[in-house]
């Protein structure tokens, strides 16, 4: 497996810069040693490099592995540490922009564009911003979080190769929502509009209405309102501070525009009227930004051990999509009887959490060196039970995460499951076009174990492609970076998984299949 990721990172570096250059994603199991190797490969060549991650803190500990002077992690304007303060001297603006839906424009308003004639930008900080400075910093490969991904190209150097480590849906995906009473009441075009998505005739209503919608968005005031960088923090703040009144009209224009985007993509899915449940009496919209920050020309490698090919090929429709497998020296032992959902262990009925913070304990008297994976709120409540010596982490923030490597054993508990509206709602957020809502249905299937034994397991499932996709990136894919936090590939010895969930992990098949109550004393 690593020699077939080597030779496939090494044909995407040949590539970078030829007629031939191709974007590509692979998708391997964490702890194969993807961004290690891309990374090492990109140095030995003496390229430079864009290399984005989830966050600042992994983009500086990757930047820290690296020879001095390879890399530098760059830090947005607000990012502050308890150690560092903001670099940008009107991070308050920043702030304050990204709070008004204004962060896109933030580098325009705040620094201003260079003047061709002095070389020097309108922002009267500009001369000794730290922030600035990091762009001049000769580091061939920079490191950025994935938020930078929509951002607008600035004045800046051109990469020869950007690599996209993990998922990066979060950073991309936009989701708003108006109620419709605030619409109804805002007159007769929203109140046709809003009637159209309840009715499914939003197309056919949108169109004839286009010159209305037009209009209005015309007569929009200008946003933002008299902005400039010659500005220090507390004006910006007092222009930002007028439009305070203004928020419902700047919701309804948001809501506007949303029609007019529908329309004109021909996505009409891609708003919607929730009439009972989650978001009940509201109409929702769900769309993606553009990946802005690589410039178009510049070959793109995308590395995730959860990677979503539909996904993948929205952003990079000519990529090249690889799979690479690597077997996991573990030893699994699933529970085959319950899928222990976020709601019973809510519940937590029969001492339920109480017996698994005894496993844990039971396991430390055998080998203190172990770890348990749980949901954020089971944590929250019942982390501090457990013994000290336990490394704990929640789902959501296990990406990148190498604090449990050195263990020798996991609990992983339950399994990180989202509610159909919130699958459906990223499916429209990336195909409008093609999904189907409203597919959710419940199948059973097998759950196999090594030493023979099987059971029937009942789990939630889409029809539709795309929603199921989004589902097992999230469901499956979550519970595979819980096990792989331990580094599975590389151990010399099998450690001990215990998953409480019999969800069924694709390439992870159970050793022994064991009853909950079995499990736990």
């Not at 409540?381 to 010596?389: K, V």
Request: aromatic letters at 6%; a neutral charge.
């Amino acid at each position: 497996a690593a020699a077939e990721l080597r030779n496939a990172l090494n044909r995407f570096l040949d590539r970078a810069g030829t007629p031939e250059q191709r974007d590509m994603a692979i998708r391997a199991a964490a702890g194969l040693g993807k961004s290690t190797q891309a990374l090492t490969a990109i140095h030995e060549r003496g390229l430079t490099a864009d290399y984005f991650v989830p966050s600042f803190a992994l983009a500086k500990e990757q930047a820290d592995r690296l020879p001095p002077m390879t890399a530098c992690a760059i830090r947005g304007r607000t990012h502050q540490t308890p150690d560092e303060a903001p670099l940008c001297a009107k991070h308050e603006a920043a702030t304050a922009l990204q709070k008004a839906g204004m962060g896109h424009m933030t580098a325009l308003l705040l620094c201003g564009k260079i003047d061709p004639k002095t070389g020097k930008r309108p922002c009267p900080h500009a001369a000794g911003c730290g922030y600035l400075k990091q762009f001049s910093d000769p580091a061939p490969i920079r490191f950025y979080a994935h938020e930078w991904l929509p951002l607008p190209e600035r004045e800046r150097r051109t990469p020869q190769v950007a690599v996209i480590d993990e998922s990066f849906r979060d950073a991309l995906e936009r989701h708003r929502a108006w109620e419709v009473a605030d619409l109804f009441a805002a007159g007769p075009l929203f109140r046709a509009l809003a009637g159209a998505v309840a009715d499914g005739t939003l197309i056919e209503v949108a169109t004839a209405q286009l010159p209305a919608i037009d209009a209005v968005l015309d007569a929009a005031p200008a946003t933002p309102p008299n902005i400039h960088p010659e500005m220090s923090a507390s004006e910006v703040l007092a222009k930002l501070s007028s439009m305070d009144d203004a928020t419902s009209d700047r919701r309804r224009l948001a809501f506007l525009r949303a029609v007019k985007r529908a329309v004109e993509s021909k996505e009409p899915r891609s708003i919607w009227h929730v009439a009972h449940g989650q978001g009940a009496g509201k109409i929702h919209a769900a769309w993606t930004a553009p990946i802005q920050f690589i410039p178009s020309d510049v070959p793109r490698l995308f590395l995730d051990a959860s990677l979503s090919p539909r996904i993948v090929e929205k952003v990079s429709p000519d990529v090249e999509l690889l799979d690479v497998t690597a077997r996991r020296n573990a030893r699994v032992v699933q529970v085959a009887d319950t899928t222990l959902s976020k709601h019973r262990l809510g519940e937590d009925n029969d001492y339920l959490s109480s017996r698994i913070v005894e496993l844990a304990t039971r396991q430390v008297s055998e080998n203190p060196n172990g770890a348990l994976i749980a949901p954020k709120d089971w944590l929250a409540t019942h982390g501090s039970r457990l013994p000290c010596c336990v490394k704990q982490a929640h789902y959501g923030a296990l990406r990148g995460l190498n604090e449990l490597e050195s263990a020798d054993w996991l609990i992983v508990v339950g399994r990180n499951e989202p509610p159909p509206w919130a699958v459906e709602s990223v499916a429209r957020a990336w195909f409008a076009g093609d999904m189907e809502p409203g597919t959710v249905t419940r199948e059973q299937a097998p759950l196999r174990a090594r030493n023979g034994d099987m059971a029937t397991i009942t789990r939630t499932v889409f029809t539709d492609p795309r929603c199921q996709e989004i589902l097992e990136s999230i469901r499956e894919q979550e519970s595979l970076q819980a096990v792989d936090r331990l580094r599975l590939i590389h151990a010399t010895q099998p450690k001990t998984i215990f998953l409480l969930s019999n969800l069924p992990l694709p390439g992870l098949p159970a050793d022994e299949l064991v009853r909950l109550d079995d499990l736990l004393l």
